[in-house]
């Protein structure tokens, strides 16, 4: 029935679509279909919004490179939106990548170019997580959320160099929280946590040590797990195991997993 509707989508010019590559040996890669113009402008007029205004990606706009870790964070939300409704919680804002961009992309975070040099020279960064999103339950909590596929250094040498070292990735964090987190969420009053999820216990241990290392007191910020412990997957499509499933281990205290909310 989906193949079908997108098909007569298709036909009727409200959708484009994309193929990624992908080895000879692996035949034919999944289909990728993006929003047509016509749906696009459609769309704007229905809902009374300029052109402008719609969120609206072209045909390739997406690298073929990035689709996996754009699947990735697609994934994740789709399992923390089935999980939240299994038990009644209640998701008061998602924003992604495209929106975090809007506001913190404005943001300028100053770090030492060598953190264990205080008379290193002066860097400015940008810090664009992959989600933010704020989960109510009988309690608010508020998350960050990054995807780790395991493309990453984890340790720096030239933080001005290499923007995707996770321990800079981290240090950034801190100064987030110290400087901008507050006004940019005022509704968190303080309160939130950085998820990572990755490839592998081995990544996830090295990733823990690196916020041990670099955030110090503030390690217990980041909760860590692997994507196999992520659902849905086709054998238990609706688990609520991303929330309420002791799959998650916090960077500072690793020996116990722990569950999301409770």
């Given at each position: 029935a989906c193949i079908r509707r997108l098909r007569l989508l298709y036909d009727a010019g409200w959708l484009d679509k994309d193929e990624p590559l992908v080895k000879l040996e692996h035949g034919r890669g999944q289909t990728l279909w993006y929003l047509s113009k016509k749906?696009?402008?459609?769309?704007a007029r229905v809902r009374g919004v300029p052109v402008k205004k719609m969120p609206w990606k072209r045909v390739g706009a997406y690298g073929h490179l990035h689709i996996p870790h754009r699947l990735a964070i697609n994934g994740f939300r789709i399992a923390v939106t089935l999980a939240a409704g299994r038990h009644g919680f209640v998701i008061r804002k998602w924003l992604d990548e495209v929106d975090l961009r809007r506001t913190m992309g404005k943001q300028t975070l100053t770090l030492l170019s060598d953190p264990e040099d205080p008379d290193s020279k002066i860097i400015e960064r940008k810090l664009i997580p992959d989600s933010f999103f704020w989960l109510e339950t009988?309690?608010?909590?508020?998350?960050?959320?990054e995807i780790d596929r395991a493309t990453e250094t984890l340790q720096y040498?030239?933080?001005s160099r290499d923007l995707q070292f996770w321990a800079l990735k981290v240090r950034k964090y801190g100064q987030h929280f110290k400087h901008w987190y507050g006004q940019t969420y005022p509704e968190a009053e303080g309160r939130g946590r950085i998820l990572v999820v990755t490839?592998?216990?081995?990544?996830?241990a090295n990733m823990a040590g690196v916020c041990r290392e670099v955030a110090k007191q503030a390690a217990g910020r980041y909760w860590l797990t692997t994507f196999d412990k992520i659902k849905p997957d086709p054998t238990d499509y609706f688990s609520e195991t991303v929330l309420t499933g002791e799959i998650w281990q916090r960077a500072d205290r690793p020996e116990k997993l722990r569950t999301l909310v409770w």
């Amino acid at each position: 029935a989906c193949i079908r509707r997108l098909r007569l989508l298709y036909d009727a010019g409200w959708l484009d679509k994309d193929e990624p590559l992908v080895k000879l040996e692996h035949g034919r890669g999944q289909t990728l279909w993006y929003l047509s113009k016509k749906a696009r402008d459609q769309l704007a007029r229905v809902r009374g919004v300029p052109v402008k205004k719609m969120p609206w990606k072209r045909v390739g706009a997406y690298g073929h490179l990035h689709i996996p870790h754009r699947l990735a964070i697609n994934g994740f939300r789709i399992a923390v939106t089935l999980a939240a409704g299994r038990h009644g919680f209640v998701i008061r804002k998602w924003l992604d990548e495209v929106d975090l961009r809007r506001t913190m992309g404005k943001q300028t975070l100053t770090l030492l170019s060598d953190p264990e040099d205080p008379d290193s020279k002066i860097i400015e960064r940008k810090l664009i997580p992959d989600s933010f999103f704020w989960l109510e339950t009988d309690k608010n909590w508020f998350h960050f959320l990054e995807i780790d596929r395991a493309t990453e250094t984890l340790q720096y040498s030239d933080p001005s160099r290499d923007l995707q070292f996770w321990a800079l990735k981290v240090r950034k964090y801190g100064q987030h929280f110290k400087h901008w987190y507050g006004q940019t969420y005022p509704e968190a009053e303080g309160r939130g946590r950085i998820l990572v999820v990755t490839t592998s216990e081995t990544r996830l241990a090295n990733m823990a040590g690196v916020c041990r290392e670099v955030a110090k007191q503030a390690a217990g910020r980041y909760w860590l797990t692997t994507f196999d412990k992520i659902k849905p997957d086709p054998t238990d499509y609706f688990s609520e195991t991303v929330l309420t499933g002791e799959i998650w281990q916090r960077a500072d205290r690793p020996e116990k997993l722990r569950t999301l909310v409770w």
